[in-house]
């Protein structure tokens, strides 16, 4: 499975932005879709995860309320919408395929490029 995320920008600080991670395979129903983030400095840390079919998802708390994950099967994407931006919230941000529901980046087994989001204050 190839992973392609895209969407990252310079955003200012309480301003809006959506990710998007296209999968290459028409199996990406059957994958577990999570999203990572790193700063500078700092390690890999999970953000969001989707289910499958998409009717579970988990964040991490400190964007719960702020960021919302979804996806589209039939499109084979899988989105980051993120709202309320904050000068925290600046990293690279990850999209990562799993066999597995989980929010454990380890256990992820595909991973997308990166793209960078930058908030400012």
């Known amino acids: 499975v190839q992973l392609q995320a895209f969407g990252g920008r310079l955003v200012q600080a309480r301003g809006s932005l959506r990710l998007s991670c296209a999968a290459s395979e028409r199996i990406f129903s059957s994958y577990a879709m999570g999203w990572f983030r790193q700063a500078p400095g700092k390690e890999r840390e999970f953000v969001a995860v989707?289910?499958?079919?998409?009717?579970?998802?988990d964040y991490t708390d400190s964007v719960k309320g702020r960021f919302t994950i979804s996806r589209d099967n039939a499109k084979n994407t899988v989105y980051l919408q993120m709202n309320s931006a904050k000068p925290e919230d600046t990293a690279v941000y990850y999209c990562?395929?799993?066999?597995?529901?989980?929010?454990?980046?380890?256990?992820?087994?595909?991973w997308g490029q990166g793209t960078l989001v930058t908030v400012s204050s």
């Open positions: 989707i289910s499958g079919s998409g009717g579970i998802t």
């Open positions: 990562a395929a799993s066999a597995r529901y989980t929010t454990y980046a380890s256990t992820y087994d595909y």
